[in-house]
């Protein structure tokens, strides 16, 4: 499955802990998408790189957040001193070009205890 | 601020009926993109149909189609010979011209009934 993915698929920890998440776009997309989902709700962007560079983020991403995409390939978003409110699933796409369809991963569900 | 409204929370329809799910938007820009995409339960989203904004033809995929008005700011979704496998959240979403960013309406939960 070429598909991209996410690991890990469930997060449960307790408040304050840091959490890392990772993305694995497709391959040959240069462009990557992280969004945050809570319950009812349409997914709400975060943040996006094309190749290794940062190019937008959203104002939900608050200091405790941070994205990278160091070698343009794989990404991980990192919530430090987690909240409750954190509580969500986080969903990364890829994309080849601007505008064009992303391509979304199963997500990774985080419970914030 | 950038919007999408999706006025009906929950829609349901038969089997091989039709049904039409609607979206509007606000937005100040003449070139943007619009999407629906599909979120079946458990499993990720998925495109369905996308519309280029310049484009006055109304994009269609199969047994979907939309209705695009954009001097109304509508976006609506026409699913025709509705299947089980249709049975899903809709998100309706949109980017403008200069930001790459989805910008999502709340949903639709879409049951079809045998």
Redesign the interface.
Known sequence: DTGVSQDPRHKITKRGQNVTFRCDPISEHNRLYWYRQTLGQGPEFLTYFQNEAQLEKSRLLSDRFSAERPKGSFSTLEIQRTEQGDSAMYLCASSLNPFDEQFFGPGTRLTVL | AQT?TQSQPEMSVQEAETVTLSCTYDTSESDY?L?W?KQPPS?????VI?QEAYKQQNATENRFSVNFQKAAKSFSLKISDSQLGDAAMY?C?Y?Q?G?????????TKLTVNP
């Open positions: 999408v993109y999407f995409y499993r990720q989203m998925i495109l996308r998100f979403a980017n011209g930001s790459e960013k989805l910008v999502f309406g709340k949903g």
